[in-house]
């Protein structure tokens, strides 16, 4: 059975998407290639609409998206980056805020969580942005490489250098 969003998303394509959507409730295969194809369409249309700045139409789009496949961490990031893009006084907590949400759905969720980690390393909020790189790196190994970049080194330093000053 096709969910409502996803039947609301083939009303208004061209009949040869609506015939495809048809199909769908006949073969579970081919559902889920529809799906796929849907989701792909519906993130190219997100990122369409930041492009151009129309970013109350990405918004929706990236809502649509994150709600219909909430494990989609390639959605998350990229509504997270383009709310940091926007650069208005609350652009910052709304970045956030999408990758906090991201990481309550996908708690195990390596890109997010190394998303927010680079987030705040970029901010200079050094100690939350190293334990974050951290715990990305210990989730998924294809995290670790970005904990021997320099600005993580530096970060480093700048959290141990205060510790050390802190306990002196």
């Given at each position: ?9 083939l ?17 579970g ?53 383009m ?9 910052l ?11 309550e ?64």
């Amino acid at each position: 059975m096709l969910s409502s969003s996803t039947r609301g998303f083939l009303n208004h394509k061209s009949p040869s998407l609506r015939a495809r959507g048809a199909k769908l409730e006949i073969s579970g295969k081919t559902l889920l290639n529809a799906q796929n194809e849907l989701h792909s369409g519906l993130y190219q249309l997100a990122l369409q609409h930041a492009r151009v700045n129309d970013y109350d139409a990405a918004r929706t789009n990236f809502r649509h998206l994150t709600a219909s496949y909430p494990a989609a961490c390639k959605c998350w990031v990229s509504w997270a980056q383009m709310e940091k893009r926007v650069g208005d006084t609350n652009s910052l907590n709304r970045c956030r805020e999408v990758l906090q949400r991201g990481l309550e759905l996908n708690k195990q969720s390596a890109c997010i969580m190394q998303a927010w980690g680079l987030l705040e390393l970029q901010q200079g909020n050094f100690l939350p942005a190293l334990k974050m790189l951290e715990r990305a790196a210990m989730m998924h190994p294809n995290c670790s490489p970005v904990l021997k970049w320099e600005q993580v080194a530096t970060a480093r330093k700048t959290v141990s250098s205060k510790k050390s000053r802190a306990s002196a």
